[in-house]
């Protein structure tokens, strides 16, 4: 089954959408702006992404520069952020099993399928 982390006001995230709806690809939508993620959900997607915290932040929104997180060096504490401000969280995120990817671009995803053996 794939997962994806999804924010319907934006339009990369409604574009990966269509295209697992186009590739009939079945799905199931996290709204993280609804229900946040937890802390161990967030630690999960790092390893599945293969990357660090820092890495599924999104660095221009304004909150961003707020909070200072440039100079957090603690993964948990960025985590910690994240689940506390969802919308922090680069989007959209395609989960299947052990492997994930953040869609941008959305087109990403073809290879994503492909390569998954979905």
Known sequence: ???IYHNPMW???RKS???LKEEKVKFNIIEYLKMSPSVDD???LTKKLDLKPIDIIRKKDKLFKELQIDKI???KKIL???AE???LLERPIVVKEEQAIIARP???IYDFIKVSNI
């Open 42 to 44: 967030l630690k999960s």
């Open 80 to 82: 910690e952020i994240i």
């Open 11 to 13: 339009s990369k995230s």
């Open 73 to 75: 060096n603690e993964n």
């Open 17 to 19: 959408v269509e295209i």
């Open 106 to 108: 959305p087109e990403l």
């Open 1 to 3: 089954m794939i997962f």
């Open 85 to 87: 401000h969802p919308k």
